[in-house]
C-alpha cells in the first residue's frame, strides 16, 4: 500500500464518521500525531512548518516544555481540574500576575472576568455589558469583521455566510466602513453624520466593536490615526469601545494589545485563543472598572474555571516581563513584510498586496481561488498556511511567535515553490 493510499484509508474515519461541518482535515488531508515548536508531524512521520498556529492560538508554540511541566505536576499532585468560578490557586497566580505583568505596567485599569472558554463567549458577554450599561440596543461593527459563531458575535459579523449559518434574522447591529474599506474615502466623518443625522436611520449605539487587524476578514489593518478617531467618536458620544483582540491580542502583533500603539483605552477587551497559553481553551474579557456593573452569575458558564489554562496562561505571562519577547516578534516581523514584498514584486502575476502587521500578515491575490491553490501545494511541500478573507483571497501568516529565523525561512521557501509551481500550471 503506497503512502498516499494509507493515508487516504485513515482519513476515511473521519469522512464517514464526522460531521459534513468539518473544515480544516479536508484541507490539510493527513492526521497529525505530534507537536513541538513551530513543527507538526504526522502518522507517516512526515514534518510540517506552521504558519497556522491553530488560528492564531499557539502563539507561544507547541508544547512549550515549561508549561508543560506545570501541567504534568499538577495533575500529579491532584489539583483541582474543574471548579467553575470558586477560588482556587491557579485562579488567583493567573489574576495577580496577569495584573502586575500586563495591566500596571500600561497603565490600564481593567477587572478581569471569566466568561466561557471562547472568543465568541467573549465577545457575548461585551456586548451583553455594554448594553446593560448603556441602556442602549445597537452595536455599530465594521465590514469584514469577524466576532464568533454564536448569534449576537454573528450579528456583529460580516461574512454572509457564516450569517446565513444563524438560520434567523441578526437584529441590533449595524455594519459601517473599516478603515479604506472605500480607497480615499473618509469612514470616521460618514460614520460620525449617520450618527448626529436623526434622519440616517441609525439609533445611537451601545458600543462599536473593532478588529485593529482584521483576521478571518482579510487581513485588514487599521491606521493608527483611525483607531485614535474611532476612540475619540465614542468619547463624544458616550459610546462604549469594544476590542475584539482574540486573535490580534497576546503579542501577535508585536505588542501584547494590538491597540497599544495607537495609544488608546477600549472600554472593553476580549482575550482568547492565546491567552491559555498552550493552546487549553481559556477567554477573559476586560472591563473598565467603572462598568463593572454585572449582577453574579448574569453571565456565566460551566467551563469559566479552566484551572489548567490559568497554569499555562500564567506561565506564558514570562515572555511579557519585559520588552525581549515583544521586540523580537517586531522583529520577525519586519523580516516576514520585507519577504512578503520581495515575493510581491518578484511574481507580478499574483498581483499581490501585503497586508497586516507583526506576526499577522497575509499576501492579497486578485485571480479567483489562486490563494486556496498556493496554501494547498504549500501543505503538499510541508507548510501548513491557509487563507482569509470572504473571497479566501489571502494567503494568511500566522506563525507561532516562537519561531526563529531558520524556521521563517524554511516556511517562506516553500512558500515560493508553491507560489512558482501554481503560477506554471
Known amino acids: 500500500m503506497t503512502t498516499a493510499t494509507w493515508n487516504d484509508a485513515k482519513m476515511k474515519t473521519f469522512e464517514n464518521l464526522e460531521s459534513e461541518v468539518r473544515s480544516y482535515s479536508r484541507g490539510w488531508p493527513t492526521v497529525f500525531e505530534k507537536s513541538k515548536g513551530y513543527k507538526l508531524w504526522d502518522t507517516d512521520g512526515k514534518e510540517y512548518i506552521d504558519f497556522f498556529a491553530g488560528a492564531g492560538t499557539l502563539n507561544y508554540g507547541h508544547n512549550d516544555d515549561a508549561m508543560q511541566e506545570k501541567l504534568i505536576e499538577y495533575i500529579k499532585n491532584d489539583g483541582v481540574i474543574h471548579s467553575l468560578d470558586m477560588a482556587t490557586i491557579p485562579r488567583k497566580d493567573f489574576l495577580e500576575r496577569f495584573t502586575d505583568v500586563i495591566l500596571k505596567p500600561r497603565n490600564l485599569d481593567y477587572k478581569i472576568m471569566f466568561p466561557g472558554p471562547t472568543g465568541t463567549n467573549t465577545v457575548e458577554s461585551a456586548l ?176 469559566r474555571g479552566n484551572n489548567m489554562a490559568f497554569l499555562a496562561a500564567t506561565e506564558a505571562l514570562k515572555n511579557w516581563e519585559n520588552d525581549y519577547f515583544a521586540n523580537a516578534v517586531q522583529e520577525k516581523g519586519a523580516f516576514l513584510k520585507s519577504e512578503i514584498n520581495r515575493l510581491i514584486d518578484h511574481y507580478p502575476e499574483l498581483n499581490g498586496e501585503a497586508r497586516g502587521r507583526g506576526l499577522m500578515q497575509g499576501i492579497a491575490v486578485e485571480k479567483e481561488g489562486l490563494a486556496g491553490e498556493i496554501c494547498a501545494e504549500a501543505f503538499e511541500r510541508g507548510l501548513i498556511v491557509e487563507t482569509s478573507g470572504p473571497d479566501d483571497e489571502v494567503v494568511k501568516f500566522l506563525p507561532p511567535l516562537i519561531i526563529d529565523q531558520e524556521g521563517l525561512v524554511k516556511g517562506l521557501d516553500i512558500l515560493e515553490d508553491s507560489i512558482k509551481h501554481v503560477l506554471k500550471k
Not at 480615499?184 to 449605539?205: C, H, K, Q, T
Not at 482579510?218 to 459610546?239: S, Y
Request: glycine share 12%; aromatic share 8%; net charge negative.
Open 128 to 303: 451583553k455589558i455594554a448594553r446593560k450599561i448603556t441602556g442602549r440596543e445597537t452595536v455599530i461593527s465594521f465590514t469584514n469583521a469577524f466576532h464568533g459563531m454564536t448569534i449576537g458575535s454573528l450579528s456583529v459579523t460580516g461574512n454572509s455566510f457564516k450569517r446565513h449559518g444563524a438560520g434567523v434574522p441578526l437584529h441590533h447591529a449595524v455594519s459601517m466602513p473599516f478603515d479604506n474599506y472605500v480607497e480615499d474615502n473618509d469612514s470616521i466623518a460618514y460614520l460620525d453624520r449617520f450618527l448626529e443625522d436623526s434622519g440616517s436611520g441609525v439609533a445611537l449605539p451601545a458600543a462599536i466593536i473593532l478588529e485593529t487587524v482584521q483576521g478571518e476578514g482579510g487581513i485588514n489593518a487599521a491606521r493608527m490615526e483611525w483607531l485614535k478617531k474611532v476612540e475619540a467618536l465614542c468619547r463624544r458620544w458616550d459610546i462604549l469601545l469594544i476590542v475584539d483582540d482574540v486573535q490580534a491580542g497576546n503579542g501577535r502583533t508585536g505588542t501584547f494589545f494590538s491597540f497599544e500603539p495607537a495609544g488608546i483605552k477600549p472600554d472593553v477587551v476580549c482575550l482568547s485563543k492565546s491567552i491559555g497559553g498552550i493552546g487549553l481553551p481559556m477567554a477573559i474579557t476586560l472591563i473598565k472598572s467603572e462598568y463593572d456593573q454585572w449582577g453574579p452569575g448574569e453571565h456565566n458558564g460551566t467551563f
